[in-house]
């Protein structure tokens, strides 16, 4: 579930860091999985425990639309690139 959020979230952002600049999607996967992570808790505590499972989709939402780890490693490749040549 999560491989096409991520998919989508890449081409988007890497292609958006091209133009405007890599600060923002490298701030928005750590945003995504810090969220994730309050959200999965949130979850696991007993109030929550009765809500169907369908919830835990938010998480994939959260952890994979936000870019994750994989737009990390593209945006960071882009940027040695771009150093490498200017230097």
């Known amino acids: 579930m ?3 959020f991520s ?3 890449n081409l ?3 292609s958006y860091c091209d133009k405007v600049g890599h600060k923002l999607p490298l701030i928005l996967p750590m945003v ?3 969220l994730a992570t ?3 808790a949130l979850l696991a505590t007993t109030k ?3 809500w169907p499972m369908g919830t835990v989709l938010i998480y994939a939402v959260l952890n994979s639309g936000l870019g ?3 737009l990390v490693c593209i945006i960071l490749y882009k940027q040695f690139n771009r150093f ?3 230097h």
């Open 2 to 4: 999560q491989l096409p």
């Open 84 to 86: 490498s040549i200017c």
């Open 38 to 40: 309050i959200f999965l």
């Open 48 to 50: 929550f425990l009765v």
């Open 7 to 9: 998919i989508i979230t």
């Open 12 to 14: 988007i952002l890497s």
């Open 32 to 34: 995504g999985t810090a």
């Open 68 to 70: 994750g780890y994989p």
